[in-house]
C-alpha cells in the first residue's frame, strides 16, 4: 500500500525555507563581524585595573582633552552550590581634538 506523502510537502517546503533562511542569515552575520584579536598587553593592563571605577584627565593630555575611565567588578557568586567568579574591566577613552579644516 503506497503512503501518501502529498500531505506532507507543504510541512517539508516550509521547514527548507526556514532552514535556507537561517543559513543565509547566519553567513552574513558571519562576514559582515570581525573575527576579533586579543592583546596581551590590553590583558595586562586589564589585570592591573584597581576594583571600583576612576575618572582622569593625564596632565602630559591636557591640550587634547583627554580624559580616562576606568571600571572594575570582581564578584563571587554562589548558585545551587556551584561558585562562579565574576571579573568585569572596562577602560575607555574619550579624546577631543580642534580640527582645522
Do not use: C
Not at 596581551?40 to 571600583?52: C, K, P, T, V
Not at 584627565?57 to 580624559?67: L, S, W
Not at 548558585?79 to 582645522?100: H, N, P, Q, T, V
Amino acid at each position: 500500500m503506497p503512503l501518501p506523502l502529498a500531505p506532507l510537502i507543504p510541512l517539508a517546503v516550509r521547514l527548507g525555507l526556514v532552514a535556507t533562511t537561517s543559513f543565509a542569515i547566519s553567513r552574513w552575520v558571519r562576514s559582515a563581524t570581525h573575527p576579533g584579536r586579543t592583546d596581551q598587553r590590553a590583558e595586562d593592563a586589564l589585570d592591573d585595573l584597581g576594583e571600583g571605577l576612576s575618572v582622569h584627565r593625564p596632565a602630559d593630555r591636557v591640550e587634547d582633552r583627554q580624559t580616562n575611565a576606568t571600571a572594575r567588578l570582581r564578584r563571587v557568586v554562589r548558585f545551587k552550590g556551584r561558585s562562579y567568579e565574576i571579573d568585569a574591566g572596562l577602560m575607555a577613552r574619550l579624546r577631543l581634538r580642534e580640527r582645522e579644516e
